[in-house]
């Protein structure tokens, strides 16, 4: 069963700075990755999807990139911003074309 | 395209009571789950389908019944609600892409159902 784990839990940071958060998974035979954004008392905003064919994805200030064959993926936010501040979440197929499973996310805060 | 839809956004219930959540979307998309979040539990699969008239269970289904008889609405039931089953309650949809082995793409969440059991 696949099962995912993102570090760490929470993260704060002060405006400007680079920020990494990372996402692992256990089964490998993968197809795509999906990182979300959720802000407090919303629902799940999609932020990248990465095919297993590709080893990075990028959108605006954020670049995700995917080592399928450790079971990793990591999430960069450049020059992070107060407006980044919300719970980051990776998911990935339980196998074959299931639904996702997914982290429990990273809790972010960007201090201005 | 309004999305994904779900309603009530808020609902409290007593012990025993049944009730459906309501979930919509008009993107036309194969695949509808339902999740449920709870605090230190992350998102846990309730039940999906990939298409009309095709459903499945997920990781948590006691408790829960689904049906799928058209593509765009796969509303959830709680048939005899407990307090276990307080929790936010997230539908989402998916295309899946019939050119690479019906794969899903990128998945869309509803806005959420707060659904509290007394």
């Known amino acids: 069963k696949q099962e995912v784990t993102q570090i760490p839990a929470a993260l704060s940071v002060p405006e400007g700075e680079n920020l990494v958060l990372n996402c692992s998974f256990t089964d490998s035979a993968i197809y795509n990755l999906q990182w979300f954004r959720q802000d407090p008392g919303k629902g799940l905003t999609s932020l990248l999807l990465?095919?297993?064919?590709?080893r990075e994805q990028t959108s605006g200030r954020l670049n995700a990139s995917l080592d399928k064959s450790s079971g990793r993926s990591t999430l960069y936010i450049a020059a992070s911003q107060p407006g980044d501040s919300a719970t980051y979440l990776c998911a990935v197929p339980n196998s074959g074309n299931t639904p996702l499973v997914f982290g429990k996310g990273t809790r972010l805060s960007v201090i201005a | 395209n309004a999305g994904v839809t779900q309603t009530p956004k808020f609902q409290v219930l007593k012990t025993g009571q049944s009730m459906t959540l309501q979930c919509a979307q008009d993107?036309?998309?194969?695949?509808m789950s339902w999740y449920r979040q709870d605090p230190g539990m992350g998102l846990r699969l309730i039940h999906y389908?990939?298409?009309?008239?095709?459903?499945d269970q997920g990781e948590v289904p006691n408790g829960y019944n689904v049906s799928r008889s058209t593509t765009e609405d796969f509303p959830l039931r709680l048939l005899s609600a407990a307090p276990s089953q307080t929790s936010v309650y997230f539908c989402a949809s998916s295309y899946s892409n019939p050119g690479q082995g019906y794969r899903q793409e990128t998945q869309y969440f509803g806005p959420g159902t707060r659904l509290l059991v007394l």
């Open positions: 389908s990939v298409g009309a008239g095709i459903t």
């Open positions: 993107m036309n998309h194969e695949y």
């Open positions: 990465i095919q297993s064919s590709q």
